[in-house]
């Protein structure tokens, strides 16, 4: 595998998530961000938490990050994903407007 820049802000969302620091994820998101988790759809801080603290921070996840790509607005990372909730190779695709992100969208990778 190649070195790949992973573009600002999912870098540093990526390396929150690594560390398990849940108001650094959380804070990644605009007001009215989402997270669309295989189709299930988590919008604003309190849901996003929620979510976040069964199946995805609380569920201590990392990504191992594989693949990047960057088009416009939205940045596409594969990798495999481990946590105590799920693994396996994972598609997360980010919508970003600046600093934030919009939308967290989750698929199989």
């Known amino acids: ?60 996840g990392t990504l191992a990050v594989e693949e990047v790509e960057a088009t416009g607005r939205t940045v596409t990372v594969i990798g495999d994903w481990r946590s105590n909730h799920a693994n396996g190779r994972s598609k997360f695709v980010f919508d970003v407007d600046g600093d934030h992100l919009t939308r967290m969208t989750i698929r199989e990778g």
Do not use: C, Y
């Open 1 to 60: 595998m190649t070195e790949q820049t992973i573009p600002e802000p999912v870098a540093a969302f990526i390396e929150a998530v690594n560390r398990h620091d849940e108001p650094a994820v959380l804070d990644a998101f605009t007001e009215s961000g989402a997270v669309d988790d295989w189709g299930r759809i988590f919008t604003g801080r309190e849901q996003i938490k929620g979510w976040s603290d069964n199946e995805f921070i609380g569920a201590k």
